[in-house]
């Protein structure tokens, strides 16, 4: 892996990690609204077949700017801002939870500089019988409950190992929460639907939907509605995971990307 | 000194089990607890306090704005000013106020208050919130990391609305108006005096500073808790290099008299217990959305109450922890004089929101409680900062002659 950080016309700064050879075709992973975990396993057995990409969004660890990005319309252009600083040509992209949301939106925007699209545990649709739980609302313990399909695993991964218990571990973790769910609240607050789905009919992009079987966020219902509204998508359900599932099940998730991308 | 006699409008019927079966007084709190045919007479008896505390000489009566909540039924206080504006015609009324990013557009704000201070013949006092995350961000969907920046851009639209003697376009980030244009405007000139609700944030001192507005710290916690906190308002004051009239801040109070101490236990106890244990029983989670506090004031802040281990044992407050705590100031006239003197001085405070009803308290321990402040303990409070008594700066200009109902006429009584 190696890191660097991209400055966007746009004035954001952004990390970007980067695994596998130059050679692969380029695969950009979109990081859900917990950011990037210290986990990199999925990234690595990605690897092994594409050249992944991974921008960390401003507003989340190193990366800078927050404060231009406003609207959906802001962080979808950001993220093609990202693609052309990084010089790449018609990536795959794979979003999870609100990365998922992006990536669907720049494909809507631009399906001909999409070569796949791959959808993991997607936010961006509101079904009214399956309310998502408020995650603004949740406290900081409720995360691992609701994320992960083992809380168990959740708290390690969450708090980057420092003990929730402790009062200054508890106020370092709220202050990052605060700067970044702040920034994903611009997205996915208070109802998270900007209203995709009255473009979906532009993404002509083959599609591949993965989700959690126990994802507490939102119940496979959502892959289901995604696989009606997108023509040319398939949907595979993950066992043994929740809303964190490329953290739950890296391997599963690599297999379905690797069997969808021949 | 001034004192303004304030409501709160509690809902005084929550069960004795509130706290256990339910976690927020505030947001999500199941409305088949309201019952309309009783609140018709709670809404009348509130707006008659109001009425009683014009009467029994208090410099203002005051009302605020919240949303889905137990403890506060004003949604919408310009209702109740409204009809005190035509019910009164002595007393400041003190609308503190309207959350001026929820409204939309904000222009409704600069309309309503111009309608209020011309109905009273100038005595409004216009309050301008942030609001709470609770009203604001859960109960009225502005997104936290925004409304800031959303509140500071109805600000300026309702500044220039007021000012502005010509039509004008706005062309705002959160509002376009092609045409703005205050019909009515304001009797006080530049504007009615601007009270800014705050509730710690740091961000805010540097707001009122700047602008010469009041900064009202409204806080159930007591004037011993306010303390460091009304501290860094004054350094921030001098450091802008503006003057200390203590006219620029504003403290809320909870107050309890009666004839001994022992009396005002007696009488009070019940309805400030009721008041802390179930009015106040906010759940954590709704008092902290990400986005909504800057990091600054994140770092200035307790999170004990996020952890696990705290949910669900926040222990129920006593009487007496109340009282030495300084949140509820009680006893009899002598007492209650004294501590309001170590208040208003340890503060430096010109203007103090008086709570004289709180909880579920009858309405004749209500009148008692007023009528025993405004006689016997708010005439010896009038002077404490002699050298800022004519200072009007913060404080209503009404008509010298202006009409009251069915065309008679009242004079400037000040």
Excluded at chain 2, 89 to 101: D, L, P
Aim: aromatic letters at 10%.
């Amino acid at each position: 892996m190696s890191t660097r950080t991209i400055e966007t016309p746009r004035g954001t700064r952004v990390r970007v990690l980067d695994f596998g050879l130059a050679d692969n075709t380029p695969l950009v992973y979109l990081h859900g609204l917990n950011g990037l975990l210290d986990d990199t396993k999925v990234f690595e057995l990605l690897a092994e077949r594409h050249h992944v990409y991974v921008p960390e969004l401003p507003g989340y660890g190193e990366s800078s700017g927050e404060d231009l990005l406003e609207d959906m319309l802001d962080f979808t252009l950001h993220g093609w801002d990202v693609v052309v600083a990084l010089g790449i040509h018609r990536p795959i992209l794979v979003g999870h939870s609100m990365g998922g949301m992006v990536a669907a939106e720049m494909a809507c925007l631009a399906p001909d500089a999409v070569d796949k699209l791959v959808l993991v545990d997607a936010y961006g649709l509101w079904l009214e019988d399956e309310p998502i739980p408020d995650i603004f609302a949740f406290l900081p313990f409720e995360f691992g409950d609701y994320l992960f399909h083992d809380p168990e695993r959740a708290a390690a991964l969450l708090t980057g190992g420092t003990d929730a218990a402790d009062p200054e571990s508890l106020r370092d973790f709220f202050i990052g929460n605060a700067r970044s769910l702040g920034t994903a609240g611009k997205m996915l607050f208070p109802i998270p639907n900007r209203r995709i789905s009255k473009r979906l009919y532009r993404l002509t992009t083959e599609t591949l939907v993965v989700w959690g079987e126990h994802d507490r966020l939102m119940s496979p219902a959502y892959a289901r509605r995604w696989g009606a509204l997108l023509p040319h998508s398939r949907v595979v359900s993950v066992a043994d995971a929740g809303h964190m599932l490329p953290y739950e099940q890296p391997a599963a998730l690599a297999r379905a990307v690797q069997a969808f991308i021949p | 000194m001034r004192f303004t006699w304030f409501n709160l409008m509690p809902w005084p019927y929550l069960p004795d089990d509130f706290r256990e079966k339910h976690r927020s007084v505030w947001v999500d709190i199941p409305n088949r607890l309201y019952d309309p045919v009783k609140g018709n007479a709670v809404y009348h008896e509130y707006m008659d306090q109001l009425e009683y505390a014009d009467e029994l000489g208090f410099d203002g009566i005051g009302v605020n704005e919240h949303h889905q909540n137990g403890y506060g039924l004003m949604p919408s206080p310009n209702i109740i000013a409204a009809s005190l504006a035509r019910r009164t015609s002595r007393a400041a009324i003190a609308v503190i106020g309207n959350s001026i990013a929820l409204y939309n557009p904000p222009i409704r704000v600069a309309e309503e208050f111009a309608m209020l201070d011309v109905i009273s013949g100038g005595r409004l006092i216009a309050g301008f919130p942030v609001g709470t995350p609770m009203d604001t961000n859960f109960c009225y969907g502005q997104i936290p990391a925004l409304t800031r920046d959303k509140y500071a851009e109805a600000h300026t639209l309702i500044r220039r609305a007021w000012a502005e003697e010509e039509p004008f376009a706005f062309d705002g980030k959160y509002n376009q108006l092609r045409w703005v244009n205050c019909w009515p405007k304001p009797i006080q000139k530049p504007h009615p005096p601007i009270y800014i609700p705050g509730g710690g944030s740091v961000e805010t001192f540097d707001f009122c500073i700047d602008y010469d507005y009041n900064y009202s710290y409204l806080s159930f916690n007591g004037y011993l808790a306010a303390k460091s906190l009304m501290d860094s308002y004054w350094e921030r004051v001098a450091a802008r290099g503006k003057d200390a009239s203590p006219h620029r801040a504003a403290f809320a109070q909870i107050i309890a008299v009666a004839d001994t101490d022992a009396e005002a236990e007696r009488l009070y106890k019940e309805h400030i217990l009721y008041f802390y244990n179930r009015c106040l029983h906010v759940a954590p989670a709704f008092q902290n959305p990400p986005g909504y506090r800057t990091i600054k004031t994140i770092k200035a802040t307790s999170l004990a109450m996020l952890q696990r281990r705290a949910q669900g044992r926040q222990p129920e407050v006593t009487w007496q922890g109340l009282v030495d705590g300084g949140m509820v100031i009680a006893g009899s006239p002598e007492t209650v004089r004294q501590r309001m003197e170590e208040l208003i001085k340890t503060l430096r405070v010109g203007h103090v929101f008086c709570l004289l009803h709180t909880g579920n308290q009858t309405d004749e321990k209500t009148r008692h409680n007023s009528r025993l402040f405004a006689e016997q303990v708010m005439p010896k409070l009038r002077h404490l900062w002699p050298e800022w008594d004519a200072d009007d700066r913060w404080w209503i200009h009404p008509l010298e002659q202006r009409v009251v109902p069915n065309g008679r006429v009242a004079s400037h009584l000040q």
